[in-house]
């Protein structure tokens, strides 16, 4: 047994079940080991049903996916029983399963990433960061549309075999009046800001980017430094055992001394993460804590700017967080993505 099953191992030892019943698309590209058995990209539900046990594993699938899965996915050690797709479905054994639709147990059981799942995440984050950091530095351009910056983003995540749940664009005043801007036709005149959720083999990496075309005006300037001093908050907290709510605490205090004191009412500010974008968000009253090799993402956001990038808890409480979208083509100060002027 591996690592991911000793953990539902012990897990359903724990709580008596026989075995685990998979629906959804995230856990079941986890417990395979990075399979994609999607194909609706919007819904949360693979085009199976899995079967975990202790002795037996088992993927449930119609005759259309059975040779896909089989020919192209990395299902070792999963036996795959298919039926007729006009037919009806194979009938699970009898026993005590439980199951993750529509509620999921089990993401605390993912929180810790596996050393292969580590290689994955440092890979994916950094072609995730170098696909949307090169259309924004050497594709975009003043009177360019957001649905063709859309395009370009996807276009080149694509390219690299990332599938992206999430593109948001925005250019100019839209930036400042909605936080969940997605593309529309308007032509990008000055700033623009490239937003994305990508995913391959499972795991998923966030990254956002702004770009000005002129110098930076003194207000945008401000903003963008002090949201800066959030993300540090956030990432200098971000450590094994440290309460989900602390971590928000501590940069509740940093927009605070900023001089925004109210801006993190504006918009979830992110939190752990990994084959979902979140897997939950930290709020004032989230008392889990952060694990050792886990996936992260915060987004703090200030009106007019945002800072958004993949980090990596270490394994103790000492550890310091690792970036992992930091590339060499995009500049920062202080270890913080730059508004780059073009």
């Avoid at 990508?198 to 903003?223: E, N």
């Avoid at 500010?269 to 996936?295: I, K, N, W």
């Avoid at 987004?299 to 967080?321: F, S």
């Amino acid at each position: 047994m591996n690592e991911i099953d000793n953990r539902l191992a012990g897990w359903c030892a724990k709580n008596k079940f026989d075995g685990v019943v998979i629906r959804r698309r995230s856990n079941a590209s986890w417990i395979t080991g990075g399979a994609d058995l999607g194909i609706v990209d919007h819904s949360d539900l693979a085009f199976a049903t899995l079967l975990w046990t202790p002795t037996r594993k088992v993927i449930f699938t119609t005759n259309i996916e059975a040779p896909r899965f089989r020919g192209e996915e990395p299902i070792d050690g999963w036996e795959v029983m298919q039926s007729d797709w006009w037919g009806p479905a194979i009938k699970l054994p009898d026993g005590r399963f439980a199951t993750d639709f529509p509620d999921d147990p089990l993401a605390d059981l993912r929180a810790s990433l596996t050393p292969a799942e580590v290689k994955r995440a440092r890979e994916l984050s950094r072609d995730t960061a170098e696909a949307l950091e090169e259309v924004m530095l050497r594709e975009l351009s003043p009177g360019m549309s957001e649905h063709r910056l859309a395009g370009l983003i996807s276009s080149r995540l694509r390219d690299r075999g990332i599938g992206a749940p999430v593109i948001l664009i925005a250019s100019d005043d839209r930036i400042r009046k909605y936080r969940h801007p997605i593309a529309t036709s308007k032509t990008i005149d000055r700033l623009a800001m490239g937003v994305t959720c990508a995913r391959r083999h499972g795991l998923i990496a966030c990254v956002t980017r702004l770009v000005c075309f002129g110098p930076l005006d003194a207000d945008l300037k401000h903003r963008h430094e002090a949201v800066c001093k959030v993300e540090h908050a956030y990432h200098g907290a971000t450590k094994p055992g440290v309460r989900w709510c602390d971590a928000l605490a501590t940069a509740i205090e940093a927009y605070r001394t900023s001089g925004f004191p109210d801006e993190w009412q504006l918009h979830h500010q992110g939190g752990p993460m990994g084959y979902e974008c979140r897997d939950f968000v930290a709020t004032p009253t989230e008392t889990r804590s952060a694990q050792p090799h886990q996936l992260v993402g915060w987004n703090p956001t200030i009106t007019g700017t945002k800072l958004e990038d993949t980090i990596l808890t270490g394994t103790g409480p000492a550890d310091a967080a690792e970036n992992l979208t930091v590339t060499k083509l995009w500049p920062r100060t202080h270890g913080h993505a730059d508004i780059v002027v073009r």
